[in-house]
């Protein structure tokens, strides 16, 4: 599904990735945990094609094509999802005109006829009760007025309309109380399957409790520093990231 | 003083109270002087090119600026665009130079009549060593002469050059010639052609490369004479890296005619320099029934020649009866800034219609305008100011706001930007707002206990505060005094 | 301030041309039944000749450039023909789903054939025929200012063409649809005055548009005088979609006591199109809003001025314009909100935003506010930049291609705008029309 060889990135002259290795299989969770600072919303800006980063090293195959020469809509239509950490207000944009244009542009993309006004507005209706989204915010402009748990909501929700294969949640816990954290996992585990994978992005192992992961990744200073199963992010939980810190420094990976 | 109050007393014997207000600088100094003969034209530039003892080369750039002048003034080519409303000014009426006593030029304190000095005492400015403010450095300039410069032999320690334009002119001539007229051409305006014929004085300023000014640079003008006009130039020059915080404070005598300052203030800021340009404007503002005053119409502008280089005007504007101002600044260097603080303060006939130019050349530019207007009496506050970004400026950044308050129903505010975008890149915000203070403000003061006269000069200064913020910690008090006086209407 | 100067026509500034004109034309011109008439022609011609065209030192035309446009040697249309237009010719200017009246223009005479008026409608009269009537005689020429404003002084003398529309005490005239067809005609100068006379606790809503059929190089000087009783309502909106139109607009609406107006000003082609709207609420208990949207493409030059003027107390006035610019296309927009010393406890709010899309479109905007009354609250703004990075990001994220992810930005954009429109059938093809305007 996702093979990431070596990759490193940097944003003006700051460089924040520093070679990272992963590959996900069709149907895994991976998670991947980390300080702030480590790099791993850079991870996930690079993968969706984020312009600001310049990837100066390394290797992305996604579905067997070399990911970091496609742009960024095209990523999206071959399946690639971003749950932003901070979704973007788009004022004037009614969510459900939103939703029209992103679903038959992935559909059209995979051959298919597209949705008429009345199945989308059934899908709507259905999607959004996975994550006990109001109904009513199809009128509403695109996360404008939202509150920060509806934003994340949202962004499950329009998970759930686009069914990709491989879906990165960047931080969707963060700012979320346990129940909205409890609502957005439910979401979650509804949309897993055998051939959607996901790289869940966290600081904190809370989130991991509801998402349970295959494989959990630890990224510490732009490298991976260790990686393992859904224990290790316990470990990290009790221990915090320092002894990782100091593993890195001791034995730098590559 | 709250107990003296009438129980009557409402906010609008405030602001009446606000709109008479007497003007504190308004005596005349007693000292023999020496004038022009009235009107100009030609042998006026000799005549003055002359007093000063002039090479041939500033003498003709006099001339020039004189013949451009003339052919405006034949055409009635003044500027008609301000919100002003004025009669036509006879410039032909006016004495074009004055200078204290014979002597054009002085060679140290001793020679300046002890008059002189005192008026400058009474001006809260001491020039002589003893009393020298401390780590701020004067050129005190009267009617057409600078009359003294403090502390000129610790910055020239530095390479630091502050003297009168006069002494520049003989010092220092290759750098006048390389920059004077290079940001305000004498072709620029009407009033800064007649400021280019006739100037008598004013400062000089240089900054040596990687030079950071240690102490305040000012020029403190006052008009004393009767029947002239004061058109003084300035020059600042800050060289790649340095840094200079510049003072301008003006006050003239209380007089029943109207008097003509037309100045011009140049500053050129090279690669990383940059230049903060403070001005306490108090002129004489005219009386109470729009008597007398002085005509301020001046031309300041910077430019940010070289990449990353910055300059920021100041300006607390409470005199004049007339102010036709607009500093402005050109950003041709990339990654250069450009920043605009105001607060313009009318009672009174007065009329003000200033504001600022923001020219983005370069790629990268920023550029933040922010105005407060306060109109009171019968006065009238223009705020105009042009942003533009040219094709070439990628990136381009501006902010402007606005804010104008009235006291009293009998004042305008206006606001007049104009805003020019020839570069897809650019980012430009422009806000305005216009109120009076809000009744629920006052209500909410008094009944914490203070008074109604009290609560609006409160209100007003946290209004003001943070352009009053931009000035030097030195004058900053000073300006808020100066403010709080023009609004309680009483001296002291 | 200004000096009065009279042009010497024996030039060959346009102008000329003018005068010209009128002198052969003024017994066809005057051919009315009123003298006040003639005399107000008269006025306004010599009031013409005294201004002359706007040069770019005059500060309302500082951006732009009208001289030059109207240095071509137009035809000047006294009496132009009328080709005969069949139903199906025009049908497609029509707007669907919407009621009330349709009154067509050809070449600026009504033509009953194509019209419909509803029983229940507005008086409508071609202006030449309402000359007499107590009421137009009035009004007519009182509320457009043609001491100040060269182009109306220059239509006061000129016009010949429009409508004079009366909707009496009460009555809720419903919508009438103003469909202005150019055919057959090129380079040719024409003139167009309208006259709404709207009667206490009455209301009327106008769509006034313009077509043209094989009509290219044209240039119109059109007038649009309003005036609003007490607890009346007018909305009149005007779209410009012609691109074989350029076009000086002046639209002049006199408010009493609690009125409602609305005008709306939509340009989505044409060559060089200035727009002047003029709002006085004349008493107290007014409201006002003024919306444009403006799209320009090519060489589109695209001018705004309004004049919010608030004379008396407890007024409201809210005012948007957004524009959109590509290509080499110019916008202007230069809002004056005046509140006058009387005008206490006046809110006027006004707000321009624009997107430049390439390197050679500019905007030059002048919002400006001129207060003389304390107890009031104002505020304008003024935005030009281009589409938020971070939105656009979003879109393509969810799989909308570069192209596509600006449109909805900018459909999003201007949609404010368009939801002002309280038509519904009018804002449905403007949707339509944006959409297809802004699509790359």
Redesign the interface.
């Known amino acids: 599904m996702l093979d990431i060889q070596n990759l490193s990135a940097r944003i003006d002259d700051f460089e924040i990735l520093k070679g990272v290795t992963l590959s996900i299989k069709p149907g895994e969770v991976h998670a991947v945990m980390g300080p702030n600072g480590s790099g791993k919303s850079t991870l996930a800006a690079v993968l ?4 600001d980063y310049e990837v100066t090293s390394g290797t992305v195959r996604y579905l067997g094509r070399d990911l970091l020469e496609m ?3 095209e ?3 071959e399946g690639l ?2 749950a ?1 950490q901070y ?7 009614s969510m459900s ?2 939703l029209k ?2 679903v038959n ?2 559909r059209e ?1 995979q051959g298919k006829e597209p949705l008429s006004a009345v199945e989308l507005l059934k899908m709507m209706r259905e999607k959004a009760a996975l994550v006990d989204l109001n109904p009513d915010l199809k009128k509403r ?2 996360n404008e007025g939202f509150s920060g748990g509806e934003k994340k909501r949202n962004e499950i929700f ?1 998970l759930a309309m ?1 069914e990709p294969r491989l879906a990165i949640l960047d931080e969707t816990d963060s700012g979320l109380d346990i129940d909205a954290l409890k609502i957005v996992a439910h979401g979650v585990n509804q949309l897993r399957g055998p051939e959607r994978s996901f790289l869940v992005i966290t600081h904190y192992q809370r989130l991991l409790n509801y998402i349970v992961p295959d494989v959990v990744h630890v990224l510490v200073d732009g490298r991976i520093a260790k990686t393992g199963d859904k224990d290790l992010a316990l470990r990290l939980e009790e221990e915090g990231y320092d002894w990782l810190r100091e593993e890195t420094i001791a034995a730098p990976v590559g | 003083m709250k107990e003296q109050e009438p129980a009557e007393y409402t906010e609008n014997d405030f602001l009446q109270e606000v709109a008479s207000s007497e003007y504190e600088y308004g005596f005349v100094t007693e000292i023999a002087s020496e004038k022009a003969p009235v009107g100009l034209d030609a042998s006026t530039v000799r005549f003055i090119s002359e007093r000063k003892d002039e090479p041939e080369w500033m003498l003709e750039w006099r001339l020039r600026a004189l013949q451009h002048w003339q052919g405006l003034h034949d055409r009635q080519a003044y500027p ?2 301000a ?1 002003l409303k004025y009669p036509e000014i006879d410039f032909q009426a006016i004495s074009y130079y004055a200078a204290p006593n014979s002597k054009p030029k002085y060679k140290s304190l001793d020679e300046v009549d002890p008059e002189l000095l005192r008026t400058f005492e009474r001006l809260g400015i001491s020039l002589t060593e003893q009393k020298k403010l401390a780590g701020v450095a004067v050129d005190a300039v009267i009617d057409s002469v600078s009359v003294a410069t403090t502390f000129k032999e610790e910055l020239a320690e530095q390479g630091i050059i502050f003297c009168s334009f006069g002494e520049a002119i003989d010092n220092h001539p290759d750098l006048v010639q390389k920059y004077m007229g290079s940001v305000v051409p004498y072709t620029d305006n009407f009033y800064a052609s007649l400021n280019s014929a006739v100037f008598s004085d004013g400062s000089f300023c240089y900054i040596p490369p990687g030079v950071r000014c240690p102490m305040e640079l000012s020029t403190y003008f006052r008009i004393n004479e009767a029947g002239t006009g004061q058109f003084e130039r300035t020059l600042i020059v800050a060289d790649k890296g340095s840094y200079v915080s510049y003072l301008e404070g003006c006050t003239a005598p209380q007089r029943d005619e109207n008097q003509l300052h037309a100045a011009v203030v140049e500053i050129i800021a090279l690669e990383g320099a940059e230049v903060k340009y403070s001005t306490i404007q108090n002129w004489y503002p005219g009386d109470a029934g729009g008597k007398g005053g002085i005509y301020n119409f001046v031309t300041k502008r910077g430019i940010c020649a070289e990449r990353n280089a910055k300059i920021s005007w100041t300006q607390l504007e409470t005199g004049s009866a007339i102010t036709w101002k607009y500093p402005s600044v050109i950003l041709k260097g990339d990654d250069s800034v450009g920043e605009f603080y105001s607060v313009a303060f009318t009672k009174g006939k007065q009329q003000a219609d200033t504001g600022t130019k923001m020219v983005h050349l370069g790629r990268n530019t920023r550029s933040t305008i922010i105005s407060k207007g306060i109109s009171a009496g019968l006065s009238n506050n223009s705020y105009r100011g042009l942003v533009k970004i040219n ?1 070439k400026a990628e990136d381009a950044r501006n902010f402007s706001q606005c804010d ?1 308050l ?31 203070v809000g009744e629920d403000q006052i209500f909410y003061c008094n009944q914490r206990g203070i008074g109604e006269a009290e609560a609006v000069k409160l209100i007003v200064n946290g209004f003001c505060k943070e352009i009053l913020a931009e000035l030097p910690m030195e004058f900053a008090v000073e300006a808020q005094k100066l403010l709080a006086i023009e609004l309680e209407g009483s001296v002291g | ?1 200004t000096a009065v100067k009279t042009i010497d026509i024996g030039t060959d500034r346009p102008e000329a041309r003018f005068a010209a004109a009128f002198e052969r034309n003024r017994p066809h011109i005057l051919n009315g039944r009123g003298q006040p008439l003639a005399e107000k022609r008269n006025r306004a011609l010599d009031r013409f000749l005294e201004l002359g065209f706007p040069g770019p030192r005059d ?1 309302h035309w500082k ?1 732009t450039n009208i001289s030059k446009r109207l240095e071509r040697p137009f035809e000047i249309a006294i009496a132009p023909a009328v080709p005969e237009l069949r139903p199906q010719d025009i049908s497609r200017f029509l707007i669907e789903g919407l009621e009330g009246s349709v009154v067509v223009l050809v070449n600026g005479v009504m033509v009953p054939g194509l019209s419909s008026i509803a029983t229940d409608g507005p008086v409508i009269v071609p202006i030449m025929d309402a000359i007499g009537n107590p009421v137009f005689d009035r009004h007519f020429g009182r509320y457009a200012d043609a001491d100040d404003a060269v182009f109306t002084a220059l239509n006061t003398a000129f016009a010949r063409h429009g409508l004079f529309v009366h909707v009496n005490r009460g009555v809720k005239a419903g919508t009438l649809h103003i469909l202005n067809v150019t055919t057959g005609v090129r380079d040719t100068f024409l003139q167009a005055r309208h006259l709404f006379v709207v009667d206490p606790g009455a209301s009327l809503t106008v769509v006034e548009t313009h077509a043209g059929v094989d009509a290219e190089g044209m240039f119109l000087n059109a007038v649009v005088e309003a005036t609003i009783g007490s607890d009346a309502r007018f909305d009149y909106y005007r779209v410009q979609d012609d691109p074989g139109t350029s076009a000086v607009t002046g639209t002049y609406v006199y408010q009493e006591g609690a009125s409602y107006a609305s005008c709306g000003t939509v340009t989505l082609s044409g060559g060089t199109i200035r727009n002047n709207v003029a709002v006085l609420p004349d008493a107290q208990h007014c409201e006002s809003h003024l919306t444009g949207l403006f799209i320009g493409s090519g060489e589109m030059h695209i001018d705004n001025h309004t004049l919010v003027d608030h004379a008396q107390p407890d007024c409201f006035s809210n005012e948007l314009y957004k524009g959109v610019l590509d290509d080499s296309a110019t916008g202007v927009f230069n809002g004056r909100v005046l509140v006058r ?1 009387d005008a ?1 406890r006046t809110n006027a709010y006004q707000s321009n935003k ?1 997107i ?4 050679k ?26 589409l ?1 990075a ?2 656009l ?10 192209d ?2 600006r449109t ?2 900018l ?6 705008v368009l939801d002002a429109i309280a038509v519904e059938p009018l804002r449905e093809v403007l949707e339509r029309a944006v959409e297809n305007r802004l699509a790359k």
């Not at chain 3, 459909?411 to 404010?416: E, G, T």
Request: aromatic share 8%; hydrophobic share 35%.
């Open positions: 969706a094609g984020r312009e742009e960024p809509d990523r999206a239509r999802f971003l932003f979704p973007v207000e788009l004022p004037g944009v005109n939103f244009e992103a542009s992935v993309h402009s695109v329009q686009l | 008609r665009w919100h094709r104008s009235l006291l009293g129903d009998k004042c305008g505010a206006h606001t007049f930007p104009y805003i020019e975008i020839n570069n897809p890149t650019a980012q430009v915000e422009h806000e305005a707002t216009t109120s009076k | 301030m500060e951006y010393r206490q624009s430049v899309l390439s390197d479109a500019s905007m030059n905007a002048k919002p400006e506010l001129e207060i003389y009354a304390d107890d009031v609250k104002c505020s304008h703004g003024a935005t030009t930049g281009r938020d971070e939105g990001f979003y879109l393509r994220s969810r799989g909308l291609t570069t596509r992810a909805i930005m459909q999003a954009f201007v949609r404010d």
